[in-house]
């Protein structure tokens, strides 16, 4: 950690993941860096970048509506780790007065050796073949725009966020190669939470959360044979 000025303070760190399957060895390196400029005693801007990889994949069968499910996958000689680079910048703002806070962002995240079930399969009873019913290589893309606001008193705590994101999945035998949206994939969301404070022991907490559904794509025609 560096303090450049009495305003701006940089953090960095950098790690090295190894992975070793079979006669494989996987070596990413992981930089981080964020900086922190402080405009004055309540108001900061923060900007960051980060690197990082993982072994395990979490394969999505939802298009299998009869027995839909999640598995994890280990990465393979086929299967490379997963890596995600992610740029944030973000403002906040807070008052120790009043007791009211208000923080807003946006961020960028890119993912590449993504997988995904090729079309038409599912792993349910084929696990001594799985590795050839998966698409490999795919690329991912999320962004998105997060704001929240609080109030803290001694005895209430109350915060509203909203948050606008995008979640997309692209590989060259799904879609025609066209980026569609994937199971995470839910644009907008709203959050109130309040937690009251009765007495030294007791607590009231209560939260509302609005937001859109999963995406799906639904049949228009049938064949019939």
């Given at each position: 950690?560096?303090?450049?000025?009495?305003?701006?303070?940089?953090?960095?760190?950098?790690n090295?993941?190894?992975?070793?399957?079979?006669?494989?060895?996987?070596?990413?390196?992981?930089?981080?860096?964020?900086?922190?400029?402080?405009?004055?005693?309540?108001?900061n801007?923060?900007?960051?970048?980060?690197?990082?990889?993982?072994?395990?994949?979490?394969?999505?069968n939802?298009?299998?509506?009869?027995?839909?499910?999640?598995?994890w996958?280990?990465?393979?000689k086929?299967?490379?780790?997963?890596?995600?680079?992610?740029?944030?910048?973000?403002?906040?703002?807070?008052?120790?007065?009043?007791?009211?806070?208000v923080?807003?962002?946006?961020?960028y995240?890119?993912?590449?050796?993504?997988?995904?079930?090729?079309?038409?399969?599912?792993?349910?009873?084929?696990?001594?073949?799985?590795?050839?019913l998966?698409?490999?290589?795919?690329?991912?893309?999320?962004?998105?725009?997060?704001f929240?606001?609080?109030?803290?008193?001694?005895?209430?705590?109350?915060?509203?966020?909203?948050t606008?994101?995008?979640?997309?999945r692209?590989?060259?035998?799904?879609?025609?190669?066209?980026?569609?949206?994937?199971e995470?994939?839910?644009?907008?969301?709203?959050?109130?939470?309040?937690?009251?404070?009765?007495k030294?022991?007791?607590?009231?907490?209560?939260?509302?959360?609005?937001?859109?559904g999963?995406?799906?794509?639904l049949?228009?025609?049938?064949?019939?044979?």
């Open positions: 950690e560096w303090l450049m000025t009495e305003k701006l303070t940089i953090t960095s760190s950098l090295l993941m190894q992975c070793f399957t079979d006669d494989t060895c996987y070596v990413f390196p992981e930089p981080r860096l964020s900086a922190k400029y402080a405009v004055n005693e309540k108001f801007i923060e900007a960051s970048y980060d690197r990082a990889t993982q072994n395990g994949h979490l394969l999505s939802s298009s299998n509506s009869s027995f839909p499910a999640n598995t996958l280990p990465s393979t086929q299967i490379a780790p997963q890596i995600c680079n992610q740029i944030y910048v973000g403002i906040s703002w807070d008052n120790d007065k009043s007791g009211l806070g923080n807003s962002g946006v961020y995240k890119s993912l590449l050796n993504q997988i995904g079930l090729k079309e038409g399969c599912s792993i349910i009873g084929n696990a001594d073949n799985w590795q050839n998966i698409e490999k290589n795919g690329k991912g893309y999320s962004y998105g725009l997060e929240k606001i609080s109030k803290t008193t001694k005895a209430i705590n109350m915060w509203l966020s909203y606008y994101s995008r979640s997309y692209q590989f060259s035998n799904i879609n025609s190669g066209k980026q569609y949206p994937f995470f994939d839910r644009p907008h969301e709203l959050t109130i939470s309040t937690m009251k404070t009765i030294k022991n007791v607590h009231f907490s209560s939260i509302f959360t609005l937001a859109s999963n995406p799906i794509t049949p228009n025609s049938m064949l019939y044979s």
